[in-house]
Each structure stands twice: as structure tokens, then as C-alpha cells.
């Protein structure tokens, strides 16, 4: 069984990175942005060079599909740099430490700061609640309470969890935006 799993995500996922698609993934340090993308890619994408920025920002890619990643909490002038880095993207995805329940808060504020730029109108949004395996975390209902997904009409939304089992529900979900 595991073995037809792995076998069915790698298909997955190969259809995935074939298609043509740009994806802000962002979160609060530490909320497990690199990790997930390496689960995602078994470690196999290619870092771009990024200009000498003052802030943490990546992009990385593999096959058709680049990632621009950067930890939304931070100096306010940086916050002016959102818009130019989301601009065009195909979704957004927000990664959270689910196990880091004092963070909640933090988390909110800094994702609907985001939200609240004009150009991101409209851009869905999936939140990925990570650490999940660790004693304590906060379950899918808790996060959309404390996150306050419920109050964002202006795009779809989606919730999950990150597990071995539903990593393809979060590429298919993801494929869904893409061009
Ligand atoms: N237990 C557990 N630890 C994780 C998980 N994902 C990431 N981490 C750890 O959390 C820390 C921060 O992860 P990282 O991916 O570097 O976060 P980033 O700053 O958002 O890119 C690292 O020490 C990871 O090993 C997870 O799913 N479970
Ligand atoms: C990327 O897209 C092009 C054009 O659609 C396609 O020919 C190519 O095979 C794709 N790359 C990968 C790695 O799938």
C-alpha cells in the first residue's frame, strides 16, 4: 500500500511541475515553508539568484512551476515589497506551524495584512497547517477559527493539513489554479 501511494504521488506530482504555474508560498519564520517544498519536490528544484534583496526572499523552480517564498513577518518597509513579488501570481500558499498555537495570532495579523493589498484581490488562498505530527497541534477547525478564514469572501479558500496522505489533494488543489 505505501508503495502505491508513493508511486501514485510521484505521477502526481510530475503532472503537477509540468504545468505552468506561479505559487507565493509564505508564512511566519520557521513555519516550514523550505521543508514542505522539499517534501514536494524530493529536494530537487533549482534555486534562482535572486538580486541582492534586503529581505528573506527565494524563488525556486522545477519543471514549469516556480515558488516565490518569503516570511511575511518582518521589518514594515518591507511589507511595500509584497505586492511586487505576489503580483501575477496563481495562488497563494500560506504555511502555518499548527503545533505553534501562541504564533496564532501573529499569523492572522500578517495574512490578512497580505490579503488586504488591491493587486492580491481575488488570488485563492491555501492555508497549510504544518508540524502536525507533533503533540499539541491545533486541528484543521481550530486554525480556520484562529486564522479567520471564515471573514475572507474575496477568493476561494481552502484549508489543509500537511500528511503523507493528502499531499496530492494539496498539488491538486494547487494544479486547479494553474494556466
Ligand atoms: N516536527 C516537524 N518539524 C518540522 C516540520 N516542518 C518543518 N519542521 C521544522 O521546523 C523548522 C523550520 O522549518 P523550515 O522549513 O526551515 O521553515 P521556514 O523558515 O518556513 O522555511 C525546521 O527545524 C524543520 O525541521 C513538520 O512537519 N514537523
Ligand atoms: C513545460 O512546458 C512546456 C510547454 O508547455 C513543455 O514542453 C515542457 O515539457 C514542460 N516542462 C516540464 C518539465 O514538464
Not at 508564512?27 to 538580486?51: H, R
Amino acid at each position: 500500500m505505501p508503495n502505491l501511494f508513493t508511486n501514485f504521488f510521484l505521477w502526481f506530482s510530475g503532472l503537477f511541475f509540468s504545468k505552468a504555474a506561479e505559487i507565493a508560498v509564505v508564512g511566519l519564520q520557521a513555519s516550514g515553508k523550505t521543508s514542505f517544498l522539499n517534501v514536494i519536490t524530493s529536494g530537487q528544484w533549482s534555486e534562482d539568484v535572486v538580486p541582492t534583496v534586503a529581505f528573506n526572499f527565494r524563488k525556486v523552480r522545477k519543471g514549469n512551476v516556480t515558488m516565490k517564498i518569503w516570511d511575511v513577518a518582518g521589518q514594515p518597509k518591507f511589507r511595500t515589497m509584497w505586492e511586487r513579488y505576489c503580483n501575477g501570481v496563481d495562488a497563494i500558499l500560506f504555511v502555518v506551524d499548527s503545533a505553534d498555537t501562541e504564533k496564532f495570532n501573529t499569523a492572522r495579523f500578517e495574512l490578512h495584512q497580505l490579503l488586504g493589498h488591491p493587486s492580491l484581490s481575488g488570488v485563492p488562498l491555501l492555508v497549510l497547517g504544518n508540524k502536525n505530527d507533533l503533540e499539541g497541534h491545533a486541528p484543521v477547525k481550530d486554525l480556520i477559527k484562529q486564522l479567520q478564514l471564515d471573514k475572507i469572501t474575496d477568493r476561494p479558500v481552502s484549508c489543509s493539513m500537511k500528511s503523507q496522505h493528502n499531499l496530492d489533494i494539496v498539488l491538486q488543489w494547487l494544479a486547479g489554479r494553474s494556466h
